[in-house]
């Protein structure tokens, strides 16, 4: 099992931009799918966007084509989510998931293998 910690969530004004990052542990953590996914208050845990471990194959939400862009550098063990054009819909807190399987980091409900701790994202009007 990996371990992830996200960290590069904060309080951004609509329109701007925010990079997620999601750092795993573990020996073998450059063969995990990974995704990430968001929780507003009252709400679901939602898809936003997912990438198998190569980053060949990615799945994004509608709510995030276009304007969140992920990635994935395994030297580093680390995913990305650029954020672009935040809106205050996006306000959430945003959570890494981790499995060997991409169908269990692309859809909702998630039952990855890992979760990371969340990190908030905060947009204002």
């Known amino acids: 099992q990996v371990q992830l910690v996200e960290s590069g969530g904060g309080l951004v004004q609509a329109g701007g931009s925010l990079r997620l990052s999601c750092a795993a542990s573990?020996?073998?953590?450059?063969?995990?799918?990974m995704g990430w996914f968001r929780q507003a208050p009252g709400k679901e845990r939602e898809f936003v966007a997912g990438?198998?471990?190569?980053?060949?194959?990615?799945s994004y939400a509608d709510s995030a084509k276009g304007r969140f862009t992920i990635s994935r550098d395994n030297a580093k063990n680390t995913v990305y989510l650029q954020m672009n054009s935040l809106k205050p819909e996006d306000t959430a807190v945003y959570y890494c998931?981790?499995?060997?399987?991409?169908?269990?980091?692309?859809?909702?409900?998630?039952?990855?293998?890992?979760w990371g701790q969340g990190t908030q994202v905060t947009v204002s009007s």
């Open positions: 998931a981790a499995d060997l399987s991409i169908a269990r980091v692309t859809t909702t409900p998630a039952r990855p293998e890992s």
């Open positions: 573990g020996r073998t953590a450059s063969t995990y799918a």
């Open positions: 990438l198998n471990w190569r980053g060949s194959s990615i």
